[in-house]
């Protein structure tokens, strides 16, 4: 599986835009972009996923470089419940198995 | 969407012991995920639960330390064997399929003594 590069925290004001980056210099041609984040005590989520094109969905958006080898998730308003662990996850659904590998995400504090 | 929930939520268990954690999913899934989150770590995989064969491990976990079963296209568990303190972990059951989402449970929080 390609492996993804996130910084280990960031910080934002509550109410400010935040840009979550990652690379993934290694990434093929049919890898999929996919991110999720865990809040405190849960289960992780969902976020948004994409191959090239940017994506918008209400939680957030994504932005994918020209070349696949980074992307940024974007929340265009940070709130405090946004203060989570979010992961950058590469995945290709072409392969027999849909089983997600977590790296070690970016940790999100979000202040008030 | 799918509702996923696991018993027990949490426990305390000796060393030595097994404990069995059941995932129960609100509809009929393709894959069913077991993932271990150590204390302060990230998830680590550690087998797909296949309905009606045996489970696909991933490398550093074996069968005979964390048996699955998978009966049917909605349940499975997980038992952790012969525990010792550092299976200390959250264990969490994940489904997927055939849409773009999977979908995570509330994990199952385990204490060893």
Redesign the interface.
């Known amino acids: 599986d390609a492996k993804t590069t996130q910084p280990n925290s960031m910080e934002s004001n509550e109410e400010e835009p935040v840009h979550l980056p990652c690379n993934h210099s290694t990434i093929s041609g049919t890898d ?1 972009i ?1 991110w ?1 984040r865990q809040l405190p005590s ?5 976020v948004i ?1 994409g191959l090239t094109s940017n994506v918008n969905n209400r939680m957030a958006s994504l932005a994918i470089a020209e070349d696949r080898k980074s992307s940024t998730l974007i929340l265009h308003r940070a709130t405090l419940r946004d203060a989570a ?1 979010y ?1 950058c996850i590469l995945r290709d ?1 072409s392969g027999s ?9 970016t940790r999100l504090l979000v202040r008030p | 969407s799918a509702v ?1 929930s696991q018993k027990p939520s949490r426990d305390i268990c000796q060393r030595g012991t097994s404990l069995t954690i059941q995932c129960q999913v609100d509809s009929q899934v ?2 069913m ?1 077991w ?1 271990r989150q150590q204390p302060g770590q ?4 550690i087998a ?1 639960a296949n309905q009606g064969s045996e489970a696909t491990y991933e490398s550093g976990f074996v069968i005979d330390k964390f048996p699955i079963s998978r009966p049917n296209l909605t349940f499975s568990t997980l038992t952790v064997s012969n525990m010792s303190p550092e299976d200390s972990s959250i264990y ?1 059951c ?1 489904v ?2 055939l849409s ?8 199952t929080r385990l204490t060893v003594t």
């Open positions: 999929y996919h999720y849960q289960g992780p989520e969902y996923h662990v992961y659904p198995s849909y089983k997600l590998i977590f790296g070690s995400g | 996923i393709t894959m995920f993932y990230s998830l680590t995989l797909t969490l994940s997927g399929g773009y989402e999977q979908y995570f449970g509330p994990g």
